[in-house]
Structures are given as structure tokens and as C-alpha cells.
Nanobody
Framework: QLQFVESGGGLVQPGGSLRLSCTTSEFTIDDYAIGWSRQAPGKEREREDVSCISKGGGITNYANSVKGRFTISRDNAKNTVYLQMNSLKPEDTAVYYC???????????????WGKGTLVTVSS
């Protein structure tokens, strides 16, 4: 199964920024669309797709809740996908996961994540 390593989370004040990274040593990501999802504390049964970037990087999408604040990007040379998060809000607090999308153009939802995720806490 596709296993990713997420990093970059931490504690940040409202309005602050973080950049998350997603990579894997098991395969190269350049044949896949990759996205981010999140799971808020206390809502373990609910995982929200946040963003996705197409195989070629030309298509990106975002959940309405993060649109205009988050930016997804990829660096295939580094085998890494990033999520730049700006203007963070307390409701962004969650464990963030990355995963392969069901289609190369992000037209399908993300596959289940098998990584451990990285915790983002937005609090004063």
C-alpha cells in the first residue's frame, strides 16, 4: 500500500503559517495526483479532503474551507508535495494526511491515507 511520511506540523497562533511536506521513499510520486486531507481532534470518524494537485501540477483544487488560504504544490525532483497554509484559523486544527488521488487530474476523491499524519494546532 502507498505509505507517505507527513511532516511540518506544529503549534501556531491564529493568522500564522505553516508548510507541510509529504514524501515517500517507496516509490516516485510523479505518476500520481497527490492530495491532503485532515482529521480534526475528536472527529476521528470524519476526514475532510483539503486539497489536491494533479499529476502534472497544472490542476489544483481546494476545499471551500481553505480556499484562498492554502496552496498545494509539488516538487517531483524531491519526490515531495507541499501544503502551504496561511492565515490559519483554530478550526484548521487537525492531523493532516497526504494520499494519492483516485485520478491523475484530481477529479476523484483521495484514497485512504496510510501515513501517520502531522498534527497542526492553531491556538493562542
Amino acid at each position: 500500500q502507498l505509505q507517505f511520511v507527513e511532516s511540518g506540523g506544529g503549534l501556531v497562533q491564529p493568522g500564522g503559517s505553516l508548510r507541510l511536506s509529504c514524501t515517500t521513499s517507496e516509490f516516485t510520486i510523479d505518476d500520481y495526483a497527490i492530495g491532503w486531507s485532515r482529521q480534526a481532534p475528536g472527529k476521528e470518524r470524519e476526514r475532510e479532503d483539503v486539497s489536491c494537485i494533479s499529476k502534472g501540477g497544472g490542476i489544483t483544487n481546494y476545499a471551500n474551507s481553505v480556499k484562498g488560504r492554502f496552496t498545494i504544490s509539488r516538487d517531483n525532483a524531491k519526490n515531495t508535495v507541499y501544503l502551504q497554509m496561511n492565515s490559519l484559523k483554530p478550526e484548521d486544527t487537525a492531523v493532516y494526511y497526504c494520499a494519492v488521488a483516485g485520478d491523475i487530474d484530481c477529479s476523484a476523491s483521495l484514497m485512504d491515507s496510510w501515513g501517520k499524519g502531522t498534527l497542526v494546532t492553531v491556538s493562542s
